[in-house]
Structures are given as structure tokens and as C-alpha cells.
């Protein structure tokens, strides 16, 4: 019988796959029915101080291509593939008095379960890192086993919050080390993608005493203008900001920052996120290093918890482990990080012999013009 079970930052989880924190986790209901879907753990949609107020209309769209041509729009259509999540939607707007004494109930229901926090404040003056402090006291004194700081929402005006703590290395210093200062669970940071090397707000996070690094959050993204309105396919009064693309879009960028991370960090923990919607995609992140892996877009997609999502996770490595058991594999220690060292320079890659080489480009390769002699 194959075990899933793994430990990540000293918690032992059932299995290691986690809903992401987003509307899938925005609510003590859809939580409890995660739970008894098979997720393995939750992080709750991020809890802050400041009142939250969304933007009038949708805050979430789902960017399709057509099947038999280029068109992407979000236009709901059939025969249409999902390209992406896009969104523009704040953090939780119920309180963090809202949230205590539902996190009291969740944990006690499901003490198997890993429920983990994810908490917001900002880092620009004494009041901030205090509401960093007040948070973790809350949810901690509630029971959660782990806090995730987020210092990666791409949609924020304030520059001492969200992407923009996790885009400077000072600010995710600062934030790491006054949650730290306080908090008795693991303290995961996800840090934003958007920013010039990850590596950087990574060192500066376990520097401080950071226990895991989450990424990717969504990427910073516009949604398509219609070329029949000229208008913003989602927008208000003809207006759009910024908002953050996830979904199977993201994937092979959230696999390059997580491979940038392994590779610099080889010994520290990491929780894949990005694009995940079976267990290949999964597969990838663990074969990079991760020890646990995070589901957003795929779950809102079905019966806004995953139940199908979860349920393919856990068949889909059960599968794997039974097709790999003839290498003595029995649990996901025995492939993490498997692949973390494939990532190297271009210079590193291999060479044709020179007798092959045609300019790197094939004469009847997809995408490129036959060459054409020089007379
Ligand atoms: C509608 C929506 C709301 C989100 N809200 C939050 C949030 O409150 N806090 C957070 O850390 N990430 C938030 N995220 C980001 C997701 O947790 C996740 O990092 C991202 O969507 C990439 O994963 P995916 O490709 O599985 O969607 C949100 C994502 C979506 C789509």
C-alpha cells in the first residue's frame, strides 16, 4: 500500500497536496468539505486588518483558447480550452475576528488535517509590523499548525504590501523577522514571482528565519481587449488594474522561479504552486525539490474544492509510487529533488557534432521558413 504521507517543516501531512489560498479556502464550509475531500492540508484565503472592499463586477475570470483556432478570450464558449485564471480580488474580506473562532472549529473537527494561515500585513511603519504580530497571535492562539506570510499579491497599491514587500529583499527581511519574532509554527512565505531574482527575497527570508518558501503566486497580467468593443474584457466603468494570472499558464514559469529556488537553496523546504491540475504537474515540482504542492485555479473549476482535483492527486501517486515500486520507492522522500540538478547555463547543454548542425534550425521544423540557398 502506497504511503503519501511526508512530513514539510516539521508537520506530518496525510498527503501533500494543499489547496492554495484563494476562494477555494474562503470559508469555514468550503474548508470542512476540502478536508473531507482528501486534501491533505488548507492554506485560508489571506487574512488582514484593513477593511477589504472588492472591485464592483467579477473578480475572477477564466481565459479560454478556441480548440480550432487563436482566439483566447474570456468569453464563456464551447469547444475552448483553459488557458488561465485571471484575477483581480483582494485578500479575505471577513475580519480576523471572523476568522478566529472558525479556525478553533475547523481544528478541532479535523485534527489530522493541516490548516495553515495565510496572513497580510504591510512593512512600511511601526503599526504594520505590529498588525503583523497581532495576526499571528490570533491565529496561532486558534491552532493553526503553520502561517504562510503573503508577500506576493500582485494587485496592491500600497508599496509596503503584498508583491511589492516580496519584490524587495529589506521588506521581506523586516516581515520575516517580526512574525518570527513571535510566532511558535513554521512560517512559510510566498513570495511573488515579479520580481527580478527570487533568489535574492529567498536568502533574505531564511536569513531571518523563514521556515519554507511558497511560489508561484498568480503573474502580473491585463485581461484581453475586445476588438469589438475596444473595451477591457473585464473592467469597471471602462477601467482595469493589474490584476494576477494562474491557471495552466503559469506552469513552466512557476517551474523555472521553483527551480531557480531548489537549486540555490538545495537543504531548505518548498511548496510548489502554479498550474497544477493532476499529478503530472505535481510530479514536476517534486522532482524539483518540493515537499508540498498547492492547487488555486483547478479547484475553483471543480465544485469550487477539487474534489475531482484531489482525488486524481492522490490516484494519480498512488499510480506512480506502484509503477516505480521495482526501484524500492515507497514514498515521496525517495524521488524529491530527483531533478533539481538538470537546470544548468546554456553553455552547459549539449552540442550536435558539427556534421549534423544546421543553424539550430531544421529545414522542416514547425515554426521556421525552409532555408533558402545563397546564389
Ligand atoms: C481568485 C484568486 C484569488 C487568490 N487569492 C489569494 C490570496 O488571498 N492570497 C494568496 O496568497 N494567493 C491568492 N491567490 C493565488 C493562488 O493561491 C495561487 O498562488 C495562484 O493562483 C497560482 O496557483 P494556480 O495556478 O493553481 O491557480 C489567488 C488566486 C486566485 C485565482
Not at 29 to 50: C, P, Q
Not at 145 to 165: F, K, T, W
Not at 318 to 344: K, M, P
Amino acid at each position: 500500500m502506497a504511503d503519501l504521507s511526508t512530513v514539510f517543516t516539521g508537520i506530518r501531512f496525510e498527503n501533500p497536496f494543499l489547496l492554495a489560498s484563494a476562494p477555494p479556502t474562503e470559508s469555514e464550509s468550503n474548508i470542512t468539505r476540502a478536508f473531507d475531500a482528501g486534501w491533505g492540508g488548507v492554506v485560508t484565503k489571506t487574512i488582514g486588518l484593513h477593511p477589504v472592499v472588492n472591485v464592483r463586477g467579477p473578480k475572477t475570470k477564466f481565459l479560454r483558447v478556441d480548440n480550432a483556432g487563436p482566439r483566447i478570450s474570456m468569453s464563456k464558449r464551447p469547444d475552448s480550452t483553459l488557458l488561465a485564471s485571471w484575477n483581480w480580488e483582494l485578500i479575505s474580506d471577513k475580519p480576523l475576528d471572523w476568522w478566529i473562532p472558525r479556525l478553533e472549529r475547523i481544528r478541532k473537527a479535523y485534527p489530522d488535517k493541516v490548516l495553515v494561515a495565510s496572513i497580510m500585513a504591510g512593512s512600511g511603519d511601526d503599526r504594520e509590523l505590529d498588525n503583523w504580530q497581532t495576526l499571528v497571535r490570533g491565529v496561532q492562539d486558534a491552532g493553526v499548525q503553520a502561517i504562510e506570510l503573503n508577500l506576493s499579491c500582485p494587485h496592491m497599491d500600497r508599496v509596503d504590501m503584498g508583491a511589492n514587500v516580496g519584490k524587495d529583499p529589506v521588506l521581506c527581511s523586516i516581515s520575516t523577522r517580526v512574525v518570527k519574532e513571535v510566532a511558535r509554527v513554521p512560517v512559510w512565505v510566498k513570495l511573488t514571482p515579479a520580481s527580478a531574482d527570487i533568489v535574492e527575497e529567498a536568502e533574505a527570508v531564511f536569513r531571518m528565519g523563514g521556515d519554507a518558501i511558497s511560489s508561484s503566486n498568480t503573474f502580473p497580467a491585463l485581461p484581453p481587449l475586445d476588438p469589438a468593443t475596444l473595451d477591457f474584457e473585464i473592467n469597471v466603468d471602462g477601467y482595469v488594474s493589474s490584476g494576477g494570472l494562474g491557471g495552466p499558464a503559469i506552469f513552466p514559469q512557476s517551474l523555472a522561479k521553483m527551480a531557480q529556488l531548489t537549486q540555490a537553496f538545495p537543504d531548505r523546504e518548498f511548496s510548489g504552486i502554479g498550474g497544477i491540475s493532476s499529478f503530472d504537474q505535481a510530479l514536476s515540482y517534486f522532482l524539483l525539490g518540493c515537499g508540498t504542492v498547492q492547487v488555486a485555479t483547478a479547484a475553483m473549476l471543480d465544485h469550487a474544492i477539487g474534489p475531482n482535483v484531489i482525488r486524481e492527486l492522490i490516484d494519480g501517486m498512488t499510480a506512480f509510487l506502484g509503477r516505480n515500486a521495482h526501484r524500492g520507492w515507497t514514498s515521496l522522500e525517495d524521488f524529491r529533488g530527483l531533478r533539481h540538478g538538470n537546470v544548468v547555463a546554456q553553455s552547459g547543454i549539449g552540442r550536435p557534432d558539427s556534421a549534423g548542425y544546421h543553424g539550430g534550425r531544421e529545414d522542416e521544423g514547425e515554426g521556421y521558413a525552409v532555408a533558402v540557398e545563397a546564389r
